[in-house]
């Protein structure tokens, strides 16, 4: 069974910086495409960041020079290292995991955790 665990969220002050983590189980994800996407109170989900399978990396304008994802294929892992965090950051963030395809919107991925809540305070 495929499990996606999220930690790392928290309530941080704007200008802060938080970093994100994804355990995932089940089976191997070297193949997976991981993303991140939010989703804030009244608001439509947000694809935040990808990593394929071979690294290749996407990130929305919003977290676009303050976000980083990267990936730790031996620990089934990925992180989301989030700097310069402002009041419009804060949302419920969840990972996901999509196979064979290249992760770039939100309904191609199958799996995805419970969520972890991020608050940054003004």
């Known amino acids: 069974q495929v499990q996606l665990v999220e930690s790392g969220g928290g309530l941080v002050q704007a200008g802060g910086s938080l970093r994100l983590s994804c355990a995932a189980s089940g089976r191997t994800f070297i193949n997976y495409a991981m993303g991140w996407y939010r989703q804030a109170p009244g608001k439509e989900r947000e694809l935040v960041a990808t990593?394929?399978?071979?690294?290749?990396?996407y990130y929305a304008d919003s977290v676009k020079g303050r976000s980083t994802i990267s990936r730790d294929a031996a620990k089934n892992t990925v992180y989301l290292q989030m700097n310069s965090l402002k009041p419009e950051d804060t949302a419920v963030y969840y990972c996901?995991?999509?196979?064979?395809?290249?992760?770039?919107?939100?309904?191609?991925?199958?799996?995805r955790g419970q969520g972890t809540q991020v608050t940054v305070s003004s």
């Open positions: 990593i394929s399978s071979v690294g290749s990396t």
């Open positions: 996901a995991a999509a196979v064979g395809v290249a992760g770039l919107r939100i309904n191609e991925y199958s799996y």
